[in-house]
């Protein structure tokens, strides 16, 4: 592999404390060096890339994306939606198990981690926590384990049985890894396809109320205090793709608290409301649904905080036959990685004064720890050559004719974005060249 | 409310009427004046309008008013029609709204008049097919044009004829209009409560919580919740009675006998809260239920004179829709 020298850029890299000038050399894969302006030069590389006016961090990682490989190749494949993810910045993603069928045997994982699938990006994958997600039976948590799971989830489809969820914790906290749950109590949200409230009512479409979503992340909160207690065990809980403000009050006093729970916020839960839905956009409709400007706020206030861990996207791919379809009957989740970046650094940075080393920290340091990636997330010598370089000032439109992924359904088409990625490096290799 | 106006032309083919809220006041006035100029027209001129223009029907649900009085309406116009219903198409065989849309527009369709237990499928078709459409029904969301015959009964009844050829934003003040029961999923009472205050009605919404959600306030201005039956009507010129809506009721539970103790306007309630009012329903109505049979047929009544209007509205939306100018 040949060694590539990032020159004059600003390197942030907040596991490390690091937001300062810095050249790197990486070699093998890995971060051969990080030196002070100057030190490098003379150093012989294939490559050298000069980042002048650019940060230079940690590549990004996204601990919920949706491949549709196997099963759904005419959305996604594993292929283009790692291309996409190289494009939007991210060298590190998680693939949900909802795939046809479902990833719930170490067989079925091994052959979606096997390189010829030809991932861009890193690939892991959390395996389903159910056998089929169905709910009922716990899936062989060792042997995925072994196999590589970075986590269990059912994801799509909440685990609803106390006793399912428990026993879920129960086995991820021996495998050490945390189970990733979609909240909601589908007992309230049958023939639901938006949020519950005043524009729900004047659209003639039933809602999702709040409590689908918190009455689950309670009732799991309940379940890690039992087992804390009782088995004196430590389970991780991961909240998914976080909503409501009643959601994240709960995880704020659960942490509080001392349990482990950690979550993630979506780019479009905290960028948009239900008023995007305007006129039966069904590129705005995902689920759990765009909710009010109250509960945007909280998620706003929750990544300024601390509260919310990480930012995920969900990226939902689907072809446009299955969008262009009355409201109700189209399906749920809008594509994500490549926006990512662009409205953290417009939401949160310009908009919220949210700094850059946060948001890099949001989208690569703490996302590698919630899911326990060694040697990514930071860019000490010898970790991973994981890099994204980017321009924070830069200010561009997104444009979905242009997207890597197979699939266009956002609602961020023709959005303003700011921060324009120039370079995506995953373990040593350029997977994305930015204009 | 003008960013939806705006939206709507860009995205939408003019003539088209997705949502009461695409009409401006004018627009409203407008409709009147045209619907009042076909009426007095002698039937040969009509029909010589839209001689030759082809409209579809697309019904994925069942009418008899709705669906009836625009094809009465078009044929009478002197268009031709044609009838597409869910249970005798490729609708059945799975085919999509689009595809459906795009093959009328094939066969030379150039209005669609779609009927849609979905809320908001006017929007796809419209979208899809580029073809003006008129929303005769879209599940719990709108029904706008039984909002402007709901308008034109109202005009006619409290102020005379002549009354019903303009509006205006004080057309209808100091007039309130109560709508009562199943609101939850009425499009009917959603077009009435988005048209009637922007014409200077008040319009209380009345029923019990299960049916009449607080969120209904957000309809706008003008707009006020009142759950009990005899103290809204007390306040009421024009009563406006809804059907309980067992297709859409989805697993919610409602005690019928005590509905009709607190909701249905029979002679007794009618005689101690509003003798003088204008009674009102959109049909199907449900006698005994929601509406005593001798209220319905009453001398207040105007329940046939609505189906009346039905058809003279849908005449001039036609005409609206398929761009032909009527001098008035």
């Given at each position: 592999m040949s060694d590539i020298l990032i020159l004059n850029g600003r390197l942030v890299d907040p596991a490390n404390g690091i937001d300062a000038p810095r050249d790197l050399l990486l070699r093998n894969g890995r971060v051969a060096a990080v030196e002070s302006p100057g030190t490098l030069r003379g150093v012989e590389a294939?490559?050298?890339?000069d980042a002048a006016g650019l940060i230079v961090a940690p590549g990004l990682i996204d601990v919920h994306v949706h491949l549709r490989e196997p099963g759904q190749t005419y959305k996604e494949t594993i292929a283009t939606g790692t291309a996409a993810a190289a494009a939007g910045g991210f060298t590190t993603v998680v693939a949900m198990p909802n795939t046809v069928p479902v990833n719930d045997t170490a067989a079925k994982l091994e052959w979606m981690l096997d390189a010829t699938r030809n991932p861009a990006v890193?690939?892991?994958?959390m395996p389903a926590a159910t056998i089929g997600s169905m709910g009922v039976e716990l899936t062989d948590f060792d042997a995925l384990r072994k196999a590589g799971a970075v986590g269990f989830t059912d994801d799509g489809?909440?685990?609803?049985?106390?006793?399912?969820?428990?026993?879920?914790l129960v086995?991820?906290?021996?495998?050490?890894?945390?189970?990733?749950q979609h909240a909601e109590d589908t007992r309230l949200t049958g023939g639901c396809s938006m949020n519950a409230g005043a524009v729900a009512f004047r659209l003639g479409l039933r809602g999702m109320p709040v409590e689908a979503e918190s009455s689950i992340v309670e009732r799991d909160i309940r379940l890690l205090r039992d087992i804390e207690s009782k088995e004196g065990l430590r389970p991780h809980l991961h909240v998914q793709h976080v909503s409501t403000a009643r959601a994240m009050e709960a995880i704020r006093a659960a942490k509080r608290e001392g349990l482990h729970v950690t979550c993630e916020v979506a780019p479009h839960h905290f960028t948009l409301t239900d008023e995007a839905i305007g006129d039966y956009d069904t590129h705005a409709k995902m689920n759990p649904p765009l909710r009010v400007e109250s509960d945007r706020a909280a998620m706003v206030a929750a990544l300024v905080d601390g509260t919310a861990d990480c930012i995920a996207t969900d990226h939902a791919p689907h072809a446009a036959h299955e969008k262009e379809q009355e409201f109700e009957r189209a399906p749920n989740g809008i594509t994500g990685l490549e926006t990512a970046l662009g409205l953290a650094l417009r939401v949160l940075h310009r908009g919220q004064g949210l700094s850059l080393s946060r948001i890099v920290s949001l989208m690569s340091a703490a996302p590698a720890q919630i899911v326990s990636l060694a040697g990514r997330g930071s860019l000490a010598k010898g970790h991973f050559a994981d890099i994204v370089i980017f321009d924070a000032g830069a200010t561009w439109t997104y444009d979905a004719k242009t997207t890597r992924s197979r699939s266009r359904n956002t609602p961020f088409d023709g959005a303003e974005m700011r921060g324009r990625v120039k370079a995506t490096i995953c373990e040593g290799r350029i997977v994305y060249r930015g204009n | 409310m003008t960013e939806t106006a705006r939206t709507q032309s860009a995205r939408y083919a003019t003539g088209s009427l997705l949502s009461i809220r695409d009409l401006s006041v004018e627009d409203v006035s407008a409709i009147l004046g045209l619907t009042a100029r076909l009426q007095t027209m002698h039937p040969a001129e009509r029909s010589a309008i839209l001689a030759g223009r082809r409209v579809a029907l697309l019904f994925y649900e069942s009418s008899t008013r709705t669906r009836t009085s625009f094809e009465l309406a078009a044929k009478s116009l002197g268009a031709t029609t044609t009838l597409v219903s869910d249970k005798s198409s490729s609708i059945e065989k799975g085919e999509s709204l689009k595809d459906t849309g795009l093959t009328l527009r094939a066969l030379g369709a150039e209005c669609i008049i779609l009927r849609h237990p979905a809320s908001g499928a006017p929007f796809v078709l419209a979208r899809e097919t580029g073809l003006p459409v008129l929303n005769a029904g879209d599940g719990m969301h709108e029904h706008p044009s039984q909002a402007l015959l709901?308008?034109?009964?109202?005009?006619?009844?409290?102020?005379?004829?002549?009354?019903a050829t303009s509006v205006s934003a004080a057309s209808l003040q100091g007039v309130t209009v109560v709508i009562t029961g199943d609101i939850l999923?009425?499009?009917?009472?959603?077009?009435?409560a988005l048209l009637l205050p922007r014409l200077g009605a008040r319009v209380i919404l009345c029923g019990p919580e299960k049916l009449l959600p607080k969120e209904a306030l957000g309809l706008g201005p003008g707009v006020e919740i009142e759950r009990d039956f005899d103290r809204a009507l007390k306040r009421a010129q024009v009563a406006m009675m809804l059907r309980i809506q067992k297709e859409r009721l989805a697993g919610l539970e409602l005690d019928l006998a005590d509905y009709i103790d607190r909701y249905q306007l029979n002679a007794e309630r009618q005689a101690a809260c509003a003798p003088k009012a204008l009674v009102m329903h959109p049909g199907p109505m449900i006698r005994g239920l929601e509406i005593a049979g001798d209220v319905a047929d009453g001398p207040n009544s105007a329940i046939e004179e609505q189906v009346a209007h039905g058809l003279a509205v849908r005449s001039a939306l036609l005409v609206r829709a398929l761009g032909k100018s009527v001098t008035v």
């Amino acid at each position: 592999m040949s060694d590539i020298l990032i020159l004059n850029g600003r390197l942030v890299d907040p596991a490390n404390g690091i937001d300062a000038p810095r050249d790197l050399l990486l070699r093998n894969g890995r971060v051969a060096a990080v030196e002070s302006p100057g030190t490098l030069r003379g150093v012989e590389a294939a490559e050298t890339i000069d980042a002048a006016g650019l940060i230079v961090a940690p590549g990004l990682i996204d601990v919920h994306v949706h491949l549709r490989e196997p099963g759904q190749t005419y959305k996604e494949t594993i292929a283009t939606g790692t291309a996409a993810a190289a494009a939007g910045g991210f060298t590190t993603v998680v693939a949900m198990p909802n795939t046809v069928p479902v990833n719930d045997t170490a067989a079925k994982l091994e052959w979606m981690l096997d390189a010829t699938r030809n991932p861009a990006v890193k690939l892991f994958a959390m395996p389903a926590a159910t056998i089929g997600s169905m709910g009922v039976e716990l899936t062989d948590f060792d042997a995925l384990r072994k196999a590589g799971a970075v986590g269990f989830t059912d994801d799509g489809k909440p685990v609803l049985e106390d006793h399912v969820m428990l026993a879920a914790l129960v086995a991820a906290a021996r495998a050490e890894v945390p189970v990733s749950q979609h909240a909601e109590d589908t007992r309230l949200t049958g023939g639901c396809s938006m949020n519950a409230g005043a524009v729900a009512f004047r659209l003639g479409l039933r809602g999702m109320p709040v409590e689908a979503e918190s009455s689950i992340v309670e009732r799991d909160i309940r379940l890690l205090r039992d087992i804390e207690s009782k088995e004196g065990l430590r389970p991780h809980l991961h909240v998914q793709h976080v909503s409501t403000a009643r959601a994240m009050e709960a995880i704020r006093a659960a942490k509080r608290e001392g349990l482990h729970v950690t979550c993630e916020v979506a780019p479009h839960h905290f960028t948009l409301t239900d008023e995007a839905i305007g006129d039966y956009d069904t590129h705005a409709k995902m689920n759990p649904p765009l909710r009010v400007e109250s509960d945007r706020a909280a998620m706003v206030a929750a990544l300024v905080d601390g509260t919310a861990d990480c930012i995920a996207t969900d990226h939902a791919p689907h072809a446009a036959h299955e969008k262009e379809q009355e409201f109700e009957r189209a399906p749920n989740g809008i594509t994500g990685l490549e926006t990512a970046l662009g409205l953290a650094l417009r939401v949160l940075h310009r908009g919220q004064g949210l700094s850059l080393s946060r948001i890099v920290s949001l989208m690569s340091a703490a996302p590698a720890q919630i899911v326990s990636l060694a040697g990514r997330g930071s860019l000490a010598k010898g970790h991973f050559a994981d890099i994204v370089i980017f321009d924070a000032g830069a200010t561009w439109t997104y444009d979905a004719k242009t997207t890597r992924s197979r699939s266009r359904n956002t609602p961020f088409d023709g959005a303003e974005m700011r921060g324009r990625v120039k370079a995506t490096i995953c373990e040593g290799r350029i997977v994305y060249r930015g204009n | 409310m003008t960013e939806t106006a705006r939206t709507q032309s860009a995205r939408y083919a003019t003539g088209s009427l997705l949502s009461i809220r695409d009409l401006s006041v004018e627009d409203v006035s407008a409709i009147l004046g045209l619907t009042a100029r076909l009426q007095t027209m002698h039937p040969a001129e009509r029909s010589a309008i839209l001689a030759g223009r082809r409209v579809a029907l697309l019904f994925y649900e069942s009418s008899t008013r709705t669906r009836t009085s625009f094809e009465l309406a078009a044929k009478s116009l002197g268009a031709t029609t044609t009838l597409v219903s869910d249970k005798s198409s490729s609708i059945e065989k799975g085919e999509s709204l689009k595809d459906t849309g795009l093959t009328l527009r094939a066969l030379g369709a150039e209005c669609i008049i779609l009927r849609h237990p979905a809320s908001g499928a006017p929007f796809v078709l419209a979208r899809e097919t580029g073809l003006p459409v008129l929303n005769a029904g879209d599940g719990m969301h709108e029904h706008p044009s039984q909002a402007l015959l709901d308008l034109r009964t109202i005009l006619t009844r409290l102020h005379g004829e002549s009354s019903a050829t303009s509006v205006s934003a004080a057309s209808l003040q100091g007039v309130t209009v109560v709508i009562t029961g199943d609101i939850l999923h009425s499009r009917v009472a959603r077009s009435n409560a988005l048209l009637l205050p922007r014409l200077g009605a008040r319009v209380i919404l009345c029923g019990p919580e299960k049916l009449l959600p607080k969120e209904a306030l957000g309809l706008g201005p003008g707009v006020e919740i009142e759950r009990d039956f005899d103290r809204a009507l007390k306040r009421a010129q024009v009563a406006m009675m809804l059907r309980i809506q067992k297709e859409r009721l989805a697993g919610l539970e409602l005690d019928l006998a005590d509905y009709i103790d607190r909701y249905q306007l029979n002679a007794e309630r009618q005689a101690a809260c509003a003798p003088k009012a204008l009674v009102m329903h959109p049909g199907p109505m449900i006698r005994g239920l929601e509406i005593a049979g001798d209220v319905a047929d009453g001398p207040n009544s105007a329940i046939e004179e609505q189906v009346a209007h039905g058809l003279a509205v849908r005449s001039a939306l036609l005409v609206r829709a398929l761009g032909k100018s009527v001098t008035v």
